[in-house]
């Protein structure tokens, strides 16, 4: 038998080992592959508006998968050697030589390779058109992008990752040959020491987890910019020190508790678990910050994303305006049969005449009378009483304050000149949402009483008056809608000369929804890659250590322990090293969105934990298979433990 048959043969008996490891490559590459396609797609090189950016950000996502990928393939194929050392060695004893024995162990890295890259590529072209679609829409693309997969694509793809598996293949045999054979031999037989609590590292990492959450938490939005790196390394560092001497100091505990110890369950599990969070405590830590890395990215990117959607809504309120001179000819029965044309249906209609003035001669704005400020629709549900007197006033500003005592601010004395004259108001600033859509100059609405209101309009001369016609349409995020804002943002194009103003909550709603959707997109399937080769790595520990396990659970049974109680036995343990991670984690991205939440001045706690919990699935479902194909080859599929 030549010595590519014998790889592989291996390959093919480790396959329980090797088919998370054959999973995630095979995933990075179909994620590298589909990216690369997006970047080097004609129809994007300038074609559409933003295509630009999108390549650029698809071309960043690549180069971070290519990174992620190389780094977890050298770590899990360094895993893969050390565990079947005493393999190595019983071969070096049966005369095969130590040539003989890298071209075995090369060969199989190629194999596996090679495996990876046909089946991602398979796969990456199985789900390109699928890809291409949701793209095309958040792009808003007349139409569906055509599927594209050159002769460039492959050769970047082949070339990346061939690279990467050959020289992770000949890296592997690095260690081989460092190795003596007693070495090889006696690799599983290094005795295990027993775990010591260390005081100083235990408070050491608590201090700096208990810094960093302190400083997330603080109120002040300078304060968390200032800490972003610093809490990141402090409280990644805690992680480290504080997983590992925690996990022996609450076995410890456990174990003196000998009403709970002393049972059959608690027993086996307590007692084996402490040796293997000691051995693996570096690696949990180090998932632990991947999940936290993750959640806290796709949340953060989730929340801007409804962040600034609310702030269009803040400053552009309503579905269609039109502001024109109240002297002249309304176009207000036009903008309806566009929109009648178009499709749209069930608007409600408001019409204002108003005027602008100066505030203080320094602010435009346009005035609103209450009761249009509180029967309209606006970005947010708080309607606030005006100051007591007649002459109380409304300051609404178009965008969001981020100081959260804006609320409790007091009225203060404004100057408002219409026309030459002055009116002397007690006006409280607010940053509510806009009563009508911002329109040129007058970006700010100034909201009056409305008999103070009437006045100042009718002391105003005729052709200083402005008339406000607003449609609000429940279904305005629909096709008919954004037809038709768009059909009439180019009827008014030239109307500015003569006074007058269209403007639509919809283009902008829509740009904003495609470039941070966009963004979303590709940073979730960025983030699969980490979770995944994050996983992974877990699934690798628990069958480096399968042979070792078996064993164990032999000596059990051999004691007179079911196999029930040994399944009952592995299901907690492997239960406590996935999941203790991922809860870890959880916290840390729960202060991270508090920081956030900080910064915006709002909840989005709410968001990061939607988030989690679609991670928390995917995380539940990949345990559910792991340990599946665990107990099967821990038990050989038999009565008793192979």
Known sequence: ????????????????????????????????????????????QGGYPGAQGVTEGIRSASVVIAGITFIFLMTSNAAFTRSRKKEFGLWSLMGVTRGQLMAVVFWESLFIGAAALAIGLSFGVLFLRLFFMPISVLLRLPEMLPVYAGPAVWLQTLGVFGAFFLFVSLYSLVDILRSTVIELIRAERKPKSEPTFRWWKALLG?????????????PWPTAIILGVFPVTVMVSLGTVFLMQESSIALLGWLRRRKGFYYRTTPLLTVSHLRFKLQENARVLANTAITIAVILTAVSTIYTVLVVFAHEVLTRNPHAFQLVEPAAGASMADGVEAELRRQGVAGWVRHDLVTVSGELDDATHVLLVPHSLYAGVRRASELVRPLPDGSDGALVIYPYTNFDPGWQDQVPVPRELTVGGRTYWLSALPDWSGLPVNATGEARTSLVLPDPLF?????????????????????????????????????RFADAAEVGRHFSSTIPEYQDTISAWGLTLFVGVFVSLVFFVTGCSVLYFRLFTEIDEDRRYFRRLQHLGVSLAELRRVSLRQTQVIFFAPFLVGLVHSTFAMKALGTLVQRPVLHYGWTVALGYLGLYALFYAVTYAVYWRTLSGGNARVA
Not at 24 to 37: C, D, E, G, K
Not at 459 to 478: C, H, K, M, N, Y
């Open 206 to 218: 608590l201090m700096l987890v208990v810094v960093g959450y302190a400083w997330a938490s603080a």
């Open 454 to 490: 009437e006045q100042v309009v009718a002391g105003s001369a005729p052709e200083q008056r402005l008339r406000v016609t607003i449609w609000d349409v429940d279904a305005w995020r629909t096709r008919e809608a954004a037809a038709a804002a768009d059909a009439l943002a180019l």
């Open 1 to 44: 038998m030549s010595l590519w048959q014998i790889a592989a043969r291996n390959v093919w008996r480790n396959r329980g080992r090797y088919v998370a490891y054959l999973v995630s490559a095979a995933f990075a590459v179909m994620i590298y592959f589909i990216y690369t396609a997006l970047a080097l797609h004609p129809d994007l």
